[in-house]
Nanobody
Framework: QVQLVESGGGLVQAGGSLRLSCAAS??????MAWFRQAPGKEREFVGA????????YYADSVKGRFTISKNNAKNTVHLQMNTLKPEDTAVYYC????????????????????WGQGTQVTVSS
C-alpha cells in the first residue's frame, strides 16, 4: 500500500497558476498520476509520470499548460498548472500504482490502487 498526501490547492483567477504536490510513502511506486473530478462529472485523467524512467502522459485538455515532475529524494510528485481556466475547477486527486501497466492503461482509474484525499482547485472567471 502507498500512502499519499496532497497539498497546494486553492482559489485562483483565470490565467493564473497553481502547483499541487503529492508526497508518497510505503511501497515503491511505478507510476503516479493526477486525476480530477468536477461536481456531477466522472473522475478524469489529468497526467501521469513513470517513476523510474520519467515518461509523462497528459490529457489533451491540459497539454501545454500543465507539467508533471517529481522529486526522487522527497518521494514527491508535483503538478504545475499554468494558464488555468474555469473549466479546470475540480477536486484533484493523486494516485499511485506499484504495478507496471502499458501506456494505454495509465489513463484509467482502474490502474491505480492508492489514492490521496483530494485537494480543491477553483478557478474564477
Amino acid at each position: 500500500q502507498v500512502q499519499l498526501v496532497e497539498s497546494g490547492g486553492g482559489l485562483v483567477q483565470a490565467g493564473g497558476s497553481l502547483r499541487l504536490s503529492c508526497a508518497a510513502s510505503g511501497r515503491t511506486v511505478n507510476t503516479m498520476a493526477w486525476f480530477r473530478q468536477a461536481p456531477g462529472k466522472e473522475r478524469e485523467f489529468v497526467g501521469a509520470i513513470r517513476w523510474s524512467i520519467d515518461s509523462t502522459y497528459y490529457a489533451d485538455s491540459v497539454k501545454g499548460r500543465f507539467t508533471i515532475s517529481k522529486n526522487n529524494a522527497k518521494n514527491t510528485v508535483h503538478l504545475q498548472m499554468n494558464t488555468l481556466k474555469p473549466e479546470d475547477t475540480a477536486v484533484y486527486y493523486c494516485a499511485a500504482s506499484v504495478a507496471f501497466y502499458p501506456g494505454s492503461y495509465v489513463y484509467r482509474t482502474a490502474a491505480y490502487d492508492d489514492w490521496g484525499q483530494g485537494t480543491q482547485v477553483t478557478v474564477s472567471s
